[in-house]
């Protein structure tokens, strides 16, 4: 994660309010009131940027380095975009499991606050990188498809049938994160493709098979030391394992219609993270390439006329996307090689 400002602070500061979102200047006191922090300890406050629906601050002392996060009610678009504040503690659930399932891959969770809607967990090393950067830049390294691609095996397999995930059945979160800012917006906005849209989303809503991360991108992968953590578990719920690959792949798509050059590359992690996956989980949980890659398709037009698109797509790049992601939609190939743009 990389810092955009920075402010020291040492002693006790007013604690927040139900109704104030933390930040620089408050968020000492906070960990104060939370045990984390003791009176008169000198903090180093850092803003994190990369996201947009969430209050992401890291705080330092001398024996601590801990990253603060606080769910935003509007996210930090142009279009209007409200999603619930419980999320967070979603994501504290989620990322407290997945360090059980899979220790190492994800940051402790130190701290879980339902009153101000905040968890507080781990800060990666500070020469650790942003895969989804990384990426851009170039550096393309398949080991990291890989990983990833084992560990949402894990995640899915260990998690399929598991009657203790009912708290993870609503889909509150993901609804508003996902369906209707991708999904169901593209179905207004893009009306010749609303029906074959429209089936996906009725497919995702209904099936619950394994804890589904949601949110499964490089901008949510951090690796160092030949290490990563996967972070962002805030739309984690019991559904449709489908869409964590589809979004996965989805980004590498993304990129190859971005950076046309390093195609070979990208289609290479592509492949090496879906390979990676297939043989991780069991014979029930074997994904459809059809119905994945249709699925990949409708959200690689999302990525272009939903409420987020994808900010580093010019509009040359936008216009293809569009095209491919459409073509994947209405007539998905039966192998993810075949569907590469």
Known sequence: MSSSSGTSFAGSRSVPSRARLLDPDSVAAYLETRGLVEPGEAVEVSELGGGVSNVVLAVETARLRVVVKQALPRLRVEDEWLAPRQRALTEADALALAGRLTPGFVPAVLDRDERA????????????????????????????????????????RETAGDSSLAPFRDLTAFEALRVDPYLRTIMRRCPAISAEVGAYVSHLLSTRRCLVHGDYSPKNVLVGDGRLWLLDFEVAHLGDPAFDLAFMLNHLMLKTIHRPELAPEYERSGLVFWKAYVSGVPAELAPDAEYVL???????VARVDGKSPAEYLTERGREAARAHGTVLLREPPTSLEAAWP
């Open 117 to 156: 809607c905040a968890l507080t967990i781990e800060l990666a090393p500070p020469d650790w990188r942003n895969w989804k950067s990384l990426l851009l830049d170039g550096e393309v390294d398949p080991a990291v498809a890989r990983r990833t691609g084992e560990l949402l095996a894990a995640w899915h």
């Open 294 to 300: 249709g699925l990949l398709g409708c959200l690689m």
